[in-house]
């Protein structure tokens, strides 16, 4: 058997081992990436939908079915088409024209100053009704939290979903779950005329939401951090689109 | 397990009690701290964990004559480091909604030491089936002790169990109130949902398991 203690040996097996572990990984991502990318996209659609009140949400029936269902993948692309009506680019507090809201990388548009940022606003309508969904990108604790919320002409909260990459399963990773999305329905972002956002407030001695006016929404036990990292979130994106919001109306 | 001789069976057997890797070797502490807060994550990270281990145990025993014993922490973590991410790739593109239920886990399972606890100390001295069966046992005793804690933090810290209500609805609706035993004046221990409650439901399991076997009770 070989020395397998050699300086010698342990570099050239370290050069290989990277190659090799190199290659099948390279070969793997290119391989894969169109599929993935499609999902992606899949997602991105399902969950503007999901904002604006299309989701599977109840069955045949009409009852509640109390998870979190999109419409499925091989119908998403379809009821995209159907349900989004516009969708705009906002910079600086004028429409871009000829730039493509979909494709708005919003972890990009997040580290840029605020009067850079590229704003992808969708239009959507449903039941004769305008829906203007709104694509958010926050910090959680550990890492990025997102989402979309759906105003309508009022400024009311219509829906809201949110996604993370790395919050604690159990803890923060409940920002994904219908008792807290659907918590914000219905709640407003404005206060006797003044912007107020929603806060995701702790021991508002309000658990079942009824006061809709109140701009809180009940936090997730032993969450803060998420929680407040979703406050942030909303306070600071919404505040730019409610000029455009007016103006479209 | 017919198929098994005695000492094959000793693989699986001892790391499901009397030598679990949580409770009697404490490691693997970290990952069982961080996701027992529900039933269902326990239990997606002890699959999880089944699957890398049994797998990564048979690629190291494989390389054990070729790894360089002055590198060989770093040649396992790429193992497992690579495993994790092709099978992170291949849900992807394929079971979208699957990984994005997992992508939480990857990061702890590179990082979990029972995975590189099990490489150093048995499938690099062992051949193929044997440490493979070493890795079945090990992260089935993993998953034993996450699931105990997982059932026990997410029914007295949320009251359900797999996200059914067990314990009645502690909001319910405008006009009945709270049901169940919640109706009685019954609360969730919030407590129960962070970490250090982990910590102490896993002591306590120790507890158990040590006055029930007083033979593992190290002396002083």
């Known amino acids: ?37 499609e999902n992606e996209r899949f997602e991105k659609q399902q ?14 029936e009409g009852k509640d079915k109390g998870s979190v269902n999109f419409v499925p993948t091989d119908k998403v692309e379809e009821a995209y088409t159907n349900y989004i009506k516009e969708s705009f680019v906002i910079q600086n507090g004028k429409i871009l024209e000829g730039e493509d809201a979909f494709k708005v990388d919003m972890k990009k548009q997040s580290k840029l100053p605020k009067s850079e940022r590229k704003l992808p606003l969708y239009v959507g309508e449903r039941d004769g009704k305008k829906f203007y969904v709104i694509p958010l990108y926050g910090k959680g604790l550990w890492d990025a939290i997102w989402g979309y919320v759906s105003l309508d002409d009022k400024l009311i909260v219509q829906g809201a979903t949110f996604d993370h990459k790395g919050e604690t399963p159990g803890l923060g990773a409940n920002i994904k779950e219908r008792y807290f999305m659907d918590d914000f329905i219905g709640e407003q972002i404005m206060n006797n005329g003044k912007y107020a956002g929603i806060t995701v407030a702790k021991g508002n001695n309000d658990p079942i939401n009824k006061t809709k006016d109140d701009n809180e929404v009940d936090a997730m036990a032993g969450a803060t951090i998420t929680g407040d990292g979703v406050t942030v979130m909303i306070k600071s994106t919404l505040k730019s689109y409610i000029p455009h919001i007016q103006k479209l109306k | 397990m017919g198929l098994l001789s005695k000492k094959d069976q000793k693989l699986i057997l001892d790391p499901l009690a009397d030598d679990n890797p949580i409770t009697i070797q404490v490691l693997g502490i970290c990952s069982a701290l961080a996701i027992t807060a529900q039933l269902k ?14 797998l990564g145990n048979v690629v190291i025993s494989l390389m054990r004559n070729i790894i360089p014993s002055k590198i060989r922490i770093i040649v396992q973590l790429i193992v497992v480091a690579t495993l994790v991410i092709i099978v992170d790739q291949v849900l992807k593109a ?39 069966l070493d890795g079945i046992g090990n992260a089935l005793g993993y998953g034993v002790i996450l699931i105990m804690v997982g059932f026990f933090r997410e029914l007295f810290g949320s009251g359900t169990l797999l996200g059914f209500k067990i314990f009645g609805d502690p909001i319910g609706n405008a006009e009945t109130g709270p049901t169940g035993l919640y109706a009685l004046g019954y609360e969730n221990n919030g407590f129960m949902l962070l970490s250090p409650m982990a910590l102490i439901v896993v002591g306590l399991i120790i507890w158990v398991q040590r006055s029930r076997n007083k033979a593992l009770i190290e002396e002083n």
Do not use: H, Q
Not at chain 1, 47 to 58: D, F, H, Q, R, W
Not at chain 2, 98 to 103: D, P
């Open chain 2, 94 to 132: 394929y079971a979208y909604s699957l990984s994005k239920e997992l992508s939480v886990f990857v990061g702890l399972i590179i990082t979990n030491c029972i995975i590189m606890g099990r490489f150093e100390a048995f499938a690099l001295a062992n051949k193929p089936w044997r440490s493979f």
């Open chain 1, 47 to 60: 969950s503007i939908l999901y904002a604006m009140g299309v989701n599977e949400n109840t069955d045949e």
């Open chain 2, 41 to 54: 994550a326990s239990i997606v990270m002890a699959i999880s964990v089944l699957f890398v281990l049994g």
């Open chain 1, 1 to 37: 058997m070989a020395n397998t203690d050699g300086n010698g040996y342990t570099i050239g097996f370290a050069t290989v081992m990277v190659f090799v572990v190199g290659g099948i990984l390279a070969a793997l991502a290119t391989g894969l990436k169109p599929a993935i990318k």
